[in-house]
């Protein structure tokens, strides 16, 4: 056995106590948590398969099926960030050479695509330039030419901060063999959302988003067609981390026993039921609503101070994020900054081929309140003023 | 737009407040949190690529640097439980056909291997009983006969309560041009452990173990040798959500900026960093030690009322998890539901071969006190007198 004189020894910086300030998150996520849920982050842990915990489960199973408006049997949560639930969509549904059609008007799109290829899959892609969506004519043209397995498609974009309309598209994938898959990461409770009605038949969020959760637990639901996918795959899932079939069982999606399967993320599952109560207590419409006055404040508040938005058609706006153009002369984050260190509150910066181009500004749940825009308003008008090159 | 007599609505269950008892968590884990740690876990949300947050990365590496002893400069977090360490683990270091030897000597090995399989990898495998440990001849063996590019192996088997010996194994793999990946989830902090001494090439844990904090992020570590073969791989890693090369950036172990990967589990790291943060104030020796002097109080106990431990042998038990073999006429379930019932203590049971033939007692961090001990003591005794079929 070795003795203490082997030890390296305990790091300096681990016997100071934790200390940061409190800021006002108004970038895309994450964003600022209630008291409630802050609250259920630190409450006692409980065993993974204990009835208590189950119950709990259950709970945001429910809250889900509100939250998506699906009566999806397989809706469950993945155990980790929205990052990991497009994987778990992705790594589910494709096999080795099966097509992908992928619509890409931002990052999302393109890190889908990345996922598809590693997956050993293939991404055939429908690009628009962040700040545009898709129509129906060009993605019935694109399932006509790819024969594709599934299309993705993404509902909030927050790096291009467009919602793309989701009516017909559903439709459309079935009538060609073809499934679809929505990302809402940056939109789903800010943005009305009907899972079933739309067609949708793999949906995915985050819960760090409008559901003022912290990041760590990832809302997924799989329509009855996307679960006989699952089912009759020939290969197995490449993860065994997010393979769906185990997951729904451990969720208590499917008559089985509930396996264990792995230690789900305790308190971030209690988190997300208090989000999702906030959600279910305040009201699906009142919620979208509130984000929809929120950034109309925003967008009119900027529009009056001379600076542009990206997108130019309301209708075509992310409510959840707004992109606004970087004005000449001026560079974003000495801006940012400003804002930060006079308010404590966040502004973002552009993501890929909109970096330096534009901020990005987050309206999500929690933070949806007049208060908190006009405090991102004082920040990038005096930023602005103060940060002229 | 669709009108309020559209949506389905709240789910009732959501509009009453969370309500669950305090438990004594004395199963394989997860453990409970000390106060410290559920304080974290409700600080105010950061950004996660906010300096404040990033200072806290950079104590959490320190800290995991001091917990495995090692100064590999890829140390880092997985942001998921501990199966998502292990998958990233196997999907790092193997390519298609690719061969890993696993040391099986419970359910660790198995999913390790299934995994590998998923991969697209071969899982070659050595196997021993729950209960038993492997020896360094039958290792040499092994690696002699498959010729593997890595050997996996468990180093506190949760499900035989075993703890390897590791001494002399990673010379072994390195001999014969192979890499040792250890899984020490059940482990780590109340086992000595020395990293770099040991030859190991890739480590990982778990957070909701001995480091006494929720699951969500999970500690790993690569040497330089793991890192190189990470770096010179021909094709990509399957998982985006889980490559070593993007995890290691975001984490500020390589010399480029940190670029946006995914959005880590802010919380669930505060709450890692106060978890690594009480083990450097204790210090790991006494870590070790403490959970020692607990683990020969509950075996003295155990045997004392006439019960009999798993594994004889003392030195090759694992003092975070003890294995009571269940005497004839008794069921493990009642005697757990009695514990459970009358003192709110969690007893497990077994997993796998060993599910209804032994009791699993988990002894962990925050949670290894006498006091603790002695509460196990009595649900089981009194549960086996009250329970006999």
Chains 1, 2 share one sequence.
Not at 86 to 104: F, H, K, R, T, Y
Not at 204 to 211: P, T
Request: glycine share 8%.
């Amino acid at each position: 056995m070795s003795t203490s004189s082997d030890l390296s020894p305990p790091p300096p910086s681990l016997l100071r106590p934790l200390d940061f300030p409190h800021k006002v998150l108004m970038g895309p996520g994450p964003s600022n948590c209630p008291p409630r849920v802050l609250a259920a982050c630190a409450l006692p842990m409980l065993g993974h398969l204990h009835p208590e915990f189950i119950k709990i489960m259950d709970e945001v199973k429910e809250g889900l099926k509100y939250a998506f408006q699906t009566d999806n049997t397989w809706t469950f949560v993945i155990s980790g960030t929205g990052h990991a639930a497009m994987e778990a969509a992705c790594s589910n549904l494709l096999e080795q050479d099966e097509v992908a059609l992928v619509c890409q008007n931002g990052i999302w799109g393109e890190r889908f695509a990345d996922m598809v290829e590693r997956n050993g899959s293939v991404a055939q892609k429908l690009i628009r330039p962040m700040g545009e969506v898709f129509n129906l004519k060009e993605i019935e043209e694109g399932l006509q030419k790819h024969k594709p397995k599934i299309l993705f498609i993404t509902h909030g974009e927050s790096s291009g901060a467009t919602a793309q309309p989701l009516e017909g598209i559903g439709e459309l994938c079935h009538k060609n063999n073809c499934l679809l898959l929505v990302d809402s990461v940056a939109a789903l409770g800010g943005v009305p959302m009907y899972m079933d009605k739309f067609g949708i038949d793999v949906l995915y969020s985050g819960s760090q988003k409008v559901l003022s959760s912290p990041p760590g637990a990832s809302p997924i639901s799989f329509s009855n067609r996307a679960r006989e996918a699952v089912l009759n795959r020939k290969s197995r899932c490449r993860s065994y981390y997010f393979d769906a079939n185990e997951l729904a069982n451990y969720w208590g999606c499917d008559d089985k026993p509930r396996r264990y399967h792995h230690t789900a993320p305790i308190t971030s599952v209690y988190a997300l039921r208090e989000g999702l109560a906030r959600l279910a207590e305040l009201g699906l419409e009142e919620s979208w609503k509130n984000n929809k006055v929120c950034a109309e404040q925003l967008w009119e508040g900027v529009e009056k101070m001379g600076l542009e938005l990206l997108v130019p058609q309301k209708e075509l706006r992310n409510p959840c994020v707004t992109a606004i153009k970087v004005p000449d002369g001026v560079n974003w984050k000495d801006v940012s900054d400003y804002a930060m260190k006079n308010y404590r509150v966040e502004i973002s910066g552009g993501l890929g081929m909109m970096a330096g181009k534009i901020w990005r500004v987050g309206i999500m749940g929690y933070n949806a309140t007049p208060d908190n825009i006009r405090l991102v308003l004082r920040g990038l008008k005096e930023g602005v003023e103060n940060c002229k090159k």
